[in-house]
């Protein structure tokens, strides 16, 4: 049997949802996730950035906020010709409801290297810039009843940078992360270490080629975790994810429409 050619694979489109207002160079720095990707040339990755939401992913008043910017960012994906989505934060912020409206796939990066980590050791650590972020983390763990093979979460306690992430700071944030890594690894037990934010990107390679065990890199994992579902043609249960009686998506672009204009306007 001759093998197929290039060009009669089908070819995917993602969206990836930025979950924060940022400009273009600000999104160049998100976009840089797909460098530590061997991807095939049938499928593109098209980020878009909220129209509004919190300042930082601290708290529940984030996450109720971050859920709405990011189900308006993609609620309309499927009738823009998108095959899939992914949401680019470990809050998996709006997961569960483009689930609800959209019949492609939809992966956030949180649970997704959660129960990768399982795939690849008995206990994980989660390695984070701020103990301010540990709700989000509890979060997923109280979802998937998972607290007991969270080994810890060791924070260094440098102030994030959502827009500008660690670029300039490598110097003094990488070696930070791996002494914090390593006591999560020789003191707490972790056999896998899962980067805490999708933000911290660029310490991975560093950090995987410094330490003995595996380091998730969680938004390059959810990329291939759609590309996989769309290649044996799998989603969401649409029994776990029923579709909504009364569609409010109208209302909600409103909302989001009014709160960009409210962030735009002078002070």
């Known amino acids: 049997m001759s093998e197929r050619s290039p060009t009669e694979l089908p070819r995917w ?8 207002a940022m400009s273009s160079d600000n999104l160049l720095l998100r976009q840089d996730q797909l460098r530590s990707l061997s991807l095939g040339p049938h499928i593109d990755f098209e980020y878009r ?7 930082n992913y601290a708290s529940h008043h984030d996450f109720v906020l971050a859920d709405v910017a990011n189900f308006e960012a993609g609620c309309r994906a499927q009738e823009e010709g998108f095959d899939a ?26 649970k997704v290297s959660i129960l990768s980590a399982l795939m690849l050791g008995d206990r994980f ?5 701020a103990s ?13 009843g998972l607290h007991h093979k969270c080994a810890s979460v060791r924070a260094i306690e440098v102030q994030p940078d959502n827009l500008g992430l660690l670029s300039g ?22 056999e896998v270490i899962i980067l805490g934010s999708t933000t911290m990107h660029q ?15 969680p938004g390059p994992l959810s990329y291939k975790m759609a590309e996989a579902a769309l290649g044996l043609g799998l989603k969401h249960s649409r029994v776990g994810y029923p579709r909504p009686m009364h569609d409010r998506r109208p209302m909600l672009h409103a909302m989001l429409n009014a709160a960009q204009a409210h962030l735009q306007s002078p002070p």
């Open 125 to 129: 650590s989660f390695l984070t810039m």
């Open 13 to 20: 489109r993602v969206l990836v949802i930025v979950p924060f």
């Open 49 to 55: 950035p909220v129209k509004a939401g919190p300042v």
């Open 203 to 217: 310490a991975h390679a560093y950090l995987q080629a410094r330490l003995p065990v595996p380091v998730i890199n």
């Open 169 to 190: 700071k490598e110097e003094d944030v990488f070696p930070l992360l791996e002494a914090a890594a390593r006591l999560a690894i020789e003191a707490d037990g972790a």
């Open 85 to 110: 989505v992914c949401i680019d934060t470990m809050s998996d912020s709006g997961v569960a409801a483009l689930r609800s409206v959209l019949d492609i796939p939809v992966f956030g990066p949180g």
């Open 132 to 144: 301010r972020w540990k709700p989000l983390y509890k979060k997923a763990l109280d979802e998937l």
